[in-house]
């Protein structure tokens, strides 16, 4: 017996945003080779490299994760809430192993932490669906992950522009 999803304009939101996602990913990849010289000697701007990675990757894997069952809440749930939760600690970690770092961008910093406020984001609509309602959208929770995703990578190319035309800094004193 075959069974047979439907196409939602969710399934296939998230059937193009993934390949979106990997593809920008795939794009910044090749940026971050053409800048290994300058990046590799540059703690804070392996970071954020790092950190840029993760938002454009996360979000395509959650996508993936989003097309398996389409019809299953709970797996879209969970897989978006483990996922969103590691990707927000793991922005934050990022931050926090070259804090305070005064070579890189303010702009790129906020940039980043909006990112981790967003993954918090996707993490309380995966784990407590009902806030949507509870805020007064009318929207289901799987189309405003999706809204979020998107501000997420939209976040990291907004970064990883930024940051393609930085210069990196000589270290500070001190070796930090």
């Known amino acids: 017996m075959e069974a047979t999803v439907t196409s ?8 193009a945003f993934a390949p979106l996602s990997f593809t920008v990913l795939g794009l910044w990849f090749l940026i971050v080779q053409t800048r290994h010289k300058d990046w590799s000697v540059s703690p804070a701007h392996h970071r954020l490299a790092s950190a840029v990675s993760l938002q454009l990757a996360l979000p395509g894997l959650m996508s993936l994760f989003s097309l398996v069952d389409p019809e299953s809440t709970s797996l879209w749930r969970t897989s978006f809430a483990v996922t969103a939760l590691l990707g927000a600690a793991g922005l ?3 931050a926090l192993g ?18 981790a406020a967003l993954f918090m984001l996707v993490a309380v609509v995966a ?27 939209f976040l990291g190319m907004c970064v990883a522009w930024l940051l393609m ?12």
């Open 98 to 115: 070259g804090w305070p770092d005064r070579r890189t961008s303010r702009v790129v910093e906020v940039g980043r932490a909006c990112a």
């Open 165 to 176: 035309f930085e210069e990196v800094r000589s270290p500070a004193p001190g070796g930090k």
């Open 92 to 94: 934050i970690g990022l």
């Open 127 to 153: 784990i407590a669906p009902g806030t949507v309602h509870g805020v007064g959208l009318a929207a289901r929770p799987i189309q405003v992950e999706a809204f979020f995703l998107s501000l997420i990578v």
């Open 8 to 15: 939602t304009p969710t399934t296939v939101f998230y059937a």
